[in-house]
């Protein structure tokens, strides 16, 4: 009797085939799992920032942080670990604050973005369309990622995100 060594082309084909299949459906799944994943951890670093601006809010005796109507991006500039101590005056004191007790901790990606987020703290008691704020004066915080759009694996779902006046983090 004749022994076989190695395997059939046809054995060799099934395998590869079953292989194939198996990449094809785990994929997509990987790719959402990827989505929620950073979604997640940039809505914990939207809890921080909504919690503070709430705290400087309170804190204030007058005036509104931010100053201004349009919602004002977070970005590395307000990082006390990537930019310089300034000399803190009644005029800047918020600011300032709010830049040393809070923004040290956020490890922002190259750019101004924090897992492809960007944040933006809306105006004080105004409603303001632009960005992520969505004409809603109860918006604190928002963040958004545009390439989690509509065309992503998650039609969308973690795009974006925002910081309530009650604490209360929705999504857009």
Known sequence: MHKKNGFTLLEVLIVVVIAVSVAAFAL??????QEKNKYMAAQGILLDLG????AVRADMSSGSFPSGSSPVQVTTSWNSTAAPANEITSSNA?????RRKYMAPIPFDSGNTYKGFSFYVCPQGKASS????????????????PSL????????????????????????
């Not at 997509?28 to 799992?33: E, M, R």
């Not at 632009?130 to 958004?144: A, L, R, T």
């Not at 759009?149 to 857009?172: H, L, N, P, V």
Request: with cysteine.
């Open 28 to 33: 997509p799944a990987y790719k959402k799992t």
């Open 51 to 54: 919690s503070a601006v709430r």
């Open 94 to 98: 918020n600011y300032e604050l709010f």
């Open 130 to 145: 632009s960005n992520c704020c969505g004409n809603n004066s109860e918006v604190i915080v928002c963040m958004q990622n």
């Open 149 to 172: 759009g509509s065309a992503s694996s998650t039609g969308g779902q973690y795009e974006k995100a925002k910081f309530m006046e009650d604490g209360t983090i929705k999504r857009s």
